[in-house]
């Protein structure tokens, strides 16, 4: 059977899978690493590559920002920890920073393919032994272990910090109010009434609640509600 027809498919809503593993601060069994937090998983090709290097750097300068909303960040890359361990220097010197959070030492791939996060676009990108390298992945997993979103990027490109950091804005409104959040949203900007919410409850809930169609409802948060 080619690899490509036993790769798992991980959905939103899904569990996310665990594992034990070997990271740059120490062994970790996944499930007791989120705990009762949000996590975001993110994956690179390989250390020492200079796109990674940019995102490493810009995930550890936000970091003080999720550990406010109460997320940890995990990085994963296809190689031992002793290269992790190196490439740590690298990145805290080029970007000016403190990277603290752990990196995944997967130079099996054995998590990347447990994930779906492996390169099929281009098989031929691999390592010295064949193994086919890892893509840009981003999973958000809430407290209870689910799979929130799922972000996938080609290799040439680096990611944006900033929108993982709204996504989890978002996320974690919406699971605090009864809302949605629309397109470009940020904290401040009014949110969306979610559809199961009658005008009746909205007057109640979101007294400033506006109708602009029946299915489209916006209404600002008050401070408090935040």
Request: hydrophobic letters at 40%; a negative charge.
């Amino acid at each position: 059977m080619a690899a490509e027809d036993r790769r798992p498919t991980i959905r939103l809503g899904d569990t996310a899978p665990n594992f034990d593993a070997v990271t740059s601060n120490g062994n970790i069994n996944f499930h007791e690493f989120i705990g009762d937090n949000w996590v975001v998983l993110f994956s690179h090709p390989d250390d020492f590559t200079p796109v990674c290097t940019t995102e490493l750097g810009a995930f550890a300068k936000l970091e003080p920002e999720f550990a406010k909303r109460g997320v940890k960040l995990i990085g994963l890359s296809a190689n031992d920890v002793t290269s992790h361990h190196a490439w740590i220097k690298d990145i805290n010197e080029v970007n000016d920073t403190n990277l603290t959070f752990p990196i995944i030492a997967d130079k099996e791939r054995k998590i990347s393919y447990l994930y779906d996060m492996v390169d099929y676009q281009d098989l031929t990108n691999v390592d010295e032994k064949g193994i086919a390298f890892t893509i840009r992945s981003v999973f958000i997993i809430d407290p209870k272990k689910k799979v929130r979103l799922i972000l996938s990027y080609p290799a040439s490109t680096g990611r944006n910090t900033a929108e993982v950091l709204r996504v989890i804005d978002s996320l974690q409104t919406g699971d605090k109010h009864r809302i949605t959040t629309p397109i470009n949203w940020t904290p401040g900007n009014d949110v969306i009434v979610h559809p199961s919410v009658s005008n009746e409850e909205a007057a109640t809930l979101f007294p400033k609640f506006k109708i602009v169609k029946p299915y489209l409802r916006f209404t600002p948060l008050a401070a408090d509600n935040n």
